[in-house]
């Protein structure tokens, strides 16, 4: 993803999940949390393009979402949180921000105290989101987005399963991945919400 990529993958991302907390906090804000995880450590925000370099959709994903929200965070924390205001004073907001601030004091904790935290049976590999157009929607293009993303997770050295977690409500999102052959290994509600959890290994 390149800087100039925000604003438009921004959009995308606010208006095609408009379900997701990021959402709450705005185009700009997403813009940047992006591009600031685009830049960490074996994670990676990919863009597809068309000849006329406009943007048809991206996908988002990590193998640590802990360690790239350590990462993002430690980077880009204080702009995240200026760009985040007013919406930072969302009671959903709130629950996210220490959400994320939970998987930074656990880093810290699990490094001081190497046992506190077990271990979750959950592949720590994420597919953080994927969104494409309304035009370019039914042309393979989410598809190709997955294949590509995880020839990037193969490169870095990664071939096991990956995990992705979508609202049960978003019918076309579960449908899409388990069309791509991903199993569904839980399901839990979260904030009265029910959010089913998915595993998809990386294909040859
Ligand atoms: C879900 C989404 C990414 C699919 O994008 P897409 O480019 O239209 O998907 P593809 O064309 O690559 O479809 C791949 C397969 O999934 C199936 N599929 C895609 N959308 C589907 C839907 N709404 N219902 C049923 N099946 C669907 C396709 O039929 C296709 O199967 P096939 O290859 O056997 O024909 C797109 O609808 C979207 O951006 N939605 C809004 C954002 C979102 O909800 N993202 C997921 C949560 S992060």
């Not at 001081?112 to 953080?128: H, I, W």
Request: charged share 25%; hydrophobic share 40%; proline share 4%.
């Amino acid at each position: 993803m390149k800087k100039s990529d925000g604003a438009v993958v921004g959009h995308l991302f606010s208006t095609s999940i408009p379900e997701a907390t990021l959402s709450v906090l705005g185009p700009r804000f997403v813009a940047h949390f992006l591009y600031g995880l685009s830049r960490c450590e074996r994670t990676g925000v990919w863009v597809a393009h068309d000849h006329e370099d406009r943007i048809g959709g991206f996908i988002a994903g990590t193998l640590s979402r802990r360690d790239s929200y350590r990462e993002l965070l430690r980077r880009h924390g204080p702009a995240l949180l200026l760009l985040g205001s007013p919406g930072v004073f969302s009671p959903g907001v709130w629950r996210w921000g220490l959400s994320v601030a939970r998987v930074r004091l656990c880093g810290l904790l699990k490094h001081k105290y190497r046992d506190a935290t077990p271990e979750s049976a959950e592949p720590d590999a994420e597919l953080l989101a994927v969104a494409v157009t309304e035009a370019w929607r039914g042309a393979g293009l989410a598809r190709r987005l997955v294949e590509y993303m995880e020839g990037e997770f193969r490169r870095w050295g990664f071939r096991n399963a990956y995990k992705i977690l979508t609202l049960n409500s978003n019918a076309p999102s579960n449908a899409f991945y388990r069309k791509l052959g991903a199993r569904q290994i839980a399901q839990n509600r979260v904030r009265n919400r029910i959010v089913n959890t998915y595993a998809k290994t990386v294909g040859d």
